[in-house]
């Protein structure tokens, strides 16, 4: 049962490190509800704001 258990705590140290990633590489955010967002948007596809500002960090 224990290389079950490391499995999965090696499978969920890696789907963090690619959510952070892929955070990383957001160009966009919406300033009503935070949705990060890989390209420029008219409205954000969550909410339907159209307040989405370009990153700058």
């Given at each position: 049962m224990s290389l079950f258990n490391d499995l999965g705590r090696k499978v969920e140290e890696l789907k963090q490190e690619v959510g952070n990633a892929s955070d990383d590489e957001a160009t966009h955010r919406c300033l009503e509800c935070d949705t990060l967002l890989y390209a420029d948007h008219d409205e954000c596809p969550e909410c339907g704001s159209t307040?989405?500002?370009?990153?700058s960090d």
């Open positions: 307040s989405i500002l370009a990153r």
